[in-house]
């Protein structure tokens, strides 16, 4: 009974991880960055706010999915670390290398993210913003569909 309890506790906030971090990233794609291209200078400067804010939401879902994973993985041991021998291996491991390539692209996003928001070195433009800013909402977009992937290859793994 209380293993239970502990699982269903992991398996929930496994959850709401994956929630706060694919559901902010797919609002940001979605919502946000289509709404800040139609306005002017203001749009710009709400958004670098908004993106810095962003930042803790990001790794906060990522660290809950990374913890209460693993967790999950240690609590079931009938799933088994990459065995790759059947359907349910298989599909969690391309869960799991959906998850690591998320990560990188969320290493990624951040490092971005840091180097737009810091002074420019040279005191005036900077030729690597514009293709920062780009990069950064490519970025968004694929970590967006890489976490539609990953509930996609969670769906398949329960039916």
Known sequence: MHFQIIRWFFLATHLLGVVIWIGGLIYQSVVL???????????????????????????????????????????????????????????????????????LYAIGYTRMLLYLNSPSVNGGYDERVALYQKRLIQFERVSAALGMCAILLSMALIS
Not at 38 to 54: D, I, P, S, V
Not at 74 to 100: A, E, V
């Open 33 to 103: 960055l289509p709404a800040v291209e139609l306005t002017e200078g203001a749009g710009k400067k709400l958004l670098r706010a908004m993106n810095r804010r962003f930042l803790t939401v990001l790794w906060t879902g990522l660290i809950l999915v990374l913890l209460t994973g693993t967790s999950l993985m240690l609590l079931q041991p009938s799933i088994g670390w990459f065995r790759w021998t059947d359907r349910i291996s298989i599909l969690m491991g391309l869960k799991h290398l959906t998850f690591l390539l998320m990560a």
